[in-house]
């Protein structure tokens, strides 16, 4: 599996914007239109688990599964913050709002996820949209417990906090096309589906080329990284993402559930909780947050981590 | 004819987006409440080059414009001094010329 | 079909943008998108339209309904400026500039009323696209004449105004696309039916995202709206539409053709109208227009509007 | 060396995008014929907040930048003034300098 | 064919553009949108051809096209140098700008020919994609030279010119998705052709929209153009281009390649080399070459040059 | 309390943005490291009117936003000067006060 996702054009188009990026050139996809695919590829995903679950119904795994998307939200970041305190000898503040992106979630390393095992036969089951949904904002409420945020200085004090934690716009975009996707079915859709579901790869493919782009350029002006934290940004999805596999396969999910929890549990945040950090704990280092979940752990998890955790949740649930 | 002109103070902040809701409301305490945004396409600072990101709009920077009095600008600019380091903050004042000054007050 | 109507995508995404916006969430569509969708669906609906005209050929039908069309962009006007006078208590200029996007159309409501109709089984012809073009500017000279504009220290004095009015691009792209479609026709636009027609429902399903966030987010900044203007909102629709529809019967329109035209009858505009009301009638306050069209008729419109004028036009003509 | 400068004024008005035409050819009544536009985000004054909108455009605000000699800036001003008010501009006059300074009459 | 072509839905949106410009009327495609699709022509011209490559595998014509891409490009500009300077009357850095534009192609005018030949049963080769990437800096090069550029007070002797120059954004983009097909042929592309094949067209008319309304933008701000520009713009292409059909022809390409070689040699760059001459000869007058290039040479070819090219190459390769 | 200001030089240059790179270096020279960039829409000059064009974005231009010292400022006006004309170039600068102007040399 691992070669042959490699080779596949979403990949290779992440590459090629890695490449462009590193030999300097002035490619850009403009940002309103980036954007824009990352608001579809929301849309889509929502509306095409929302259409599974619909046909499934409710299921015991479906509830197993949000619990332990539940509980991992908001328990990854404790081990996180303990490594990145000692092993990567970080202050308070960054340890607390890096903890919080690998609790969080990446949303287009799950739609990539889901499309090569898919490709290899190991479809994750629609509810697991749901649990992505689920594992967005815990990590935030834990970080910021980790950071003791909210002193007096901070313009966090001013509101806005809870809205961008709760009410971010991808949150709320990917939880009402699920509910769409359930109130109106795979036949409700049809009409839909060729916007919403034929062209998702293609699609992905454009948006991959620019996190290429985004992730190669963040790496060379990798100002905040050290080499003790891009080693915890290849060892923290690797850790929380075999952890993920693991409590998939107790609790009993199938093999391509389970691999997509262990792709949810190893992913990073790099949407919604970057916005709230930058608020809510302004002294922490954005360029150390995102420099390590998107410029690292992103590209890891893209070409290594899914292959490694489709592969054992293959082996663990035959 | 040559209509008449008032000078007022001219303060520009330029900050992340997911901070301008809050520095509004900290501009509102200070008695300014007309304003103008301006987007930002990339710049350097002692934190590094940046470039436009509506990804996640974490490191977007908005500049926000606002003529106002010479004491609402004090007292803007007094809220906002002890924020300019830990919230990457860049804040500019200076002279301008408005008709109708009391518009802007 | 009320019911039905309410559950389809396109109006459950307009919910969804509502109450994104209702619960203040930072969801945006980035502009250049949602202004490059507004140009697909014009020229989308141009085309087909255009291309079932080439295949029915000229008809009566069409040469009434065109009649009508401009019949009531010039003439609506006059009671609604008559009301907003009244019982809006709108001084002048401010009633003339409403009662002229009362007048002209939303092309949005005409796309998704189409939708609906058809999926109903009551298409509107084809040759409705024509009028819907024919119907966007007459109202802006109605309600200039109501105004008396044209006062000298007007910005207006100083020309662009009749371009705004008769050369306004949406007007330009939907009139060029229904001639491209008259000229090509359905075989020759088969090349580009995968852009243009497959895709048209789910691109409306984003676009009303869109109009769902920007409606409710005026409405709830509704500084220049009062009860009364409010209940004209809902009142001018509701009578437009419905003579729209009668009058549609009574010229021996087809069920479709006639509920149609009771859409546009009952549409106000929000995309032409408004940008030649900013420079004609300066002194008009946008907040209370774009307010009345968008926050008010527009969802009106879209949620029970719709399916009123189709019923009303379904026992009419049976 | 110091290269020399030459004092001039710096004009900017902000208005909704479909008054830019029928501005730009007010100032170049006033003799003003060069000029750059910049995009603006939002904002809020005495007429309400507002965001972006390229929709209709109505109520997209862009700023009109013009540098040039005092007697243009003060004719300009005169033209415009009475507008303020019923158009909802915003009218700003500066000191700035400039090299070349005749490239800026 | 030539009739046939102009009556294609892609070139009708081209005058419709150009119609709309003519008349001052204010419609705009949003940059950002316009930018993105002209990066989503490039990936899929790209990938398309790659895979067309993939099937055909590496052939002795593919060596000869390439080869004779490279030398047009670097040879093209030295004639028309020469005619620029002569019957152009322009200086020695305009002129050598001009000629770089001229030896260097448009990558929409090749896509649009490849459509338009292809509709005739003509379609060129997969390779002539990659002679298009070839074809694309080598004219900078030969440009420069006779610029003799590179004096102290440019800003371009503080670098950045070899990447604008061979890191263009749009090579690397179309090499990139070139290799890609090769990679995934048309097998490993399939999952994508919603994307990036099957709405290639229609999104093509969209694009000549907007490239009609900036061409005719630029034809009516034609301060930098003279008569003698105006008549070179309309020579140019045909010179070149004949040239070029002769050349694929004498090399013995197949009629559909050497008409593409044709349009590639006939065509003028209004992308990558524009950007590049701004840095390098700031001298130059934009105005000028994007003038010609732009808002001549691009809609002579689409209306009138890529049907002569085809007819000539039909005429030479029965 | 009234927080303590300092003047400063605002520099602003418009530029084409395939310039921009090589201005950003030049101004490096002259010890200018800080910058904040804009977009801009359209304009009308010397060589004509112009409109945002991304396409090649061979004449986008943008504006350079840079606050400086006066010597530093004097510094970059040198060296640009000589370019303004063959570069198409606006160049201003005026008097600007920043808090904690250390951060501004
Ligand atoms: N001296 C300056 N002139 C112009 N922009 C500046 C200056 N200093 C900082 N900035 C802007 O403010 C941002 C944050 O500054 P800093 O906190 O120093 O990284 C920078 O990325 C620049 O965009
Ligand atoms: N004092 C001010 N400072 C900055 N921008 C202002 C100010 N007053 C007005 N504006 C801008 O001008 C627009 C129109 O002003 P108004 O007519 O007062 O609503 C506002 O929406 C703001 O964007
Ligand atoms: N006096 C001015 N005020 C504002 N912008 C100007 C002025 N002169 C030139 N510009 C801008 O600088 C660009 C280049 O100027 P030019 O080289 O004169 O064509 C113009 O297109 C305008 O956008
Ligand atoms: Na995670
Ligand atoms: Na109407
Ligand atoms: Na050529």
């Known amino acids: 599996m691992a070669i042959d996702a490699l080779l596949q054009p979403v990949v290779l188009f992440f590459l090629l914007g890695a490449l462009a990026a590193a030999v300097r050139s002035d490619l850009v996809i403009p940002e309103a239109v980036a954007k824009a695919i990352s608001l579809y590829l929301m849309m889509s995903i929502g509306l095409r688990g929302g259409a599974e679950v619909a046909e499934s119904g409710f299921t015991h795994d479906m509830a197993l599964a949000g619990g332990a998307g539940l509980a991992l939200s908001f328990l990854l970041p404790l081990p996180a913050f303990w490594l990145l305190r000692t092993l990567g000898k970080l202050d308070r503040t960054n340890a607390a709002a890096v903890a919080a992106h690998y609790g969080s979630v990446s949303v287009v390393t799950f739609a990539t996820g889901s499309e090569i095992l898919r490709q290899a036969g190991m479809a994750p089951a629609g509810f697991m ?16 417990l980790l950071a003791r945020a909210g002193k007096s200085d901070s313009l966090a004090s ?76 290849l060892l923290l999805p690797v850790v929380n993402g075999s952890f993920g596999v693991l409590l998939g396969s107790w609790l009993g999910l199938d093999a391509g559930s389970a691999a997509a929890l262990g792709i949810l549990a190893g992913s990073a945040s790099y949407i919604a909780v970057p916005a709230v950090m930058r608020l809510a704990l302004p002294a922490a280092d954005p360029g150390l947050y995102l420099g390590m979940s998107l410029a690292v752990t992103f590209p890891f998890n893209l070409t290594l981590g899914i292959a490694w955790y489709g592969w054992l949740a293959a082996r663990l649930i035959p | 004819m040559t209509t008449e002109t008032t000078h007022r103070r001219r303060i520009e902040v330029l900050a992340d987006e997911p901070l301008i809701p809050a520095i509004v409301r900290l501009a509102a305490e200070a008695g300014i409440t007309y304003y103008t945004l301006l987007p930002t396409s990339g710049g350097a600072g002692a934190h590094g080059r940046w470039r436009d990101d509506q990804l996640s709009g974490a490191t977007a920077k908005v500049m926000l414009l606002a003529i106002t009095s010479p004491e609402h600008a004090a007292a803007f600019i007094d809220r906002l001094a002890p924020l300019l380091e830990s919230h990457h903050l860049l804040l500019l004042s200076s002279d301008v010329e408005v008709v109708r000054g009391s518009k802007f007050d």
């Open chain 1, 129 to 144: 949209v749901g649990v992505l949904a689920v594992m967005e904002t815990p990590a935030i409420i834990t970080g910021l």
């Open chain 1, 158 to 233: 001013r509101g806005g906090l809870l809205h961008e934690t709760f009410l971010n716009g991808s949150v709320i975009l990917l939880l009402g096309s699920f509910l769409i996707g359930m109130i109106d079915g795979k036949e409700g859709l049809k009409a839909v589906a060729p916007v919403f579901d034929v062209p998702f790869r293609g699609m992905l493919c454009i948006f991959l080329l620019d996190m290429g782009l985004i992730a190669a350029r963040r790496l060379m002006d990798r100002r905040a990284l050290t080499a003790r934290t891009v080693a915890l940004a």
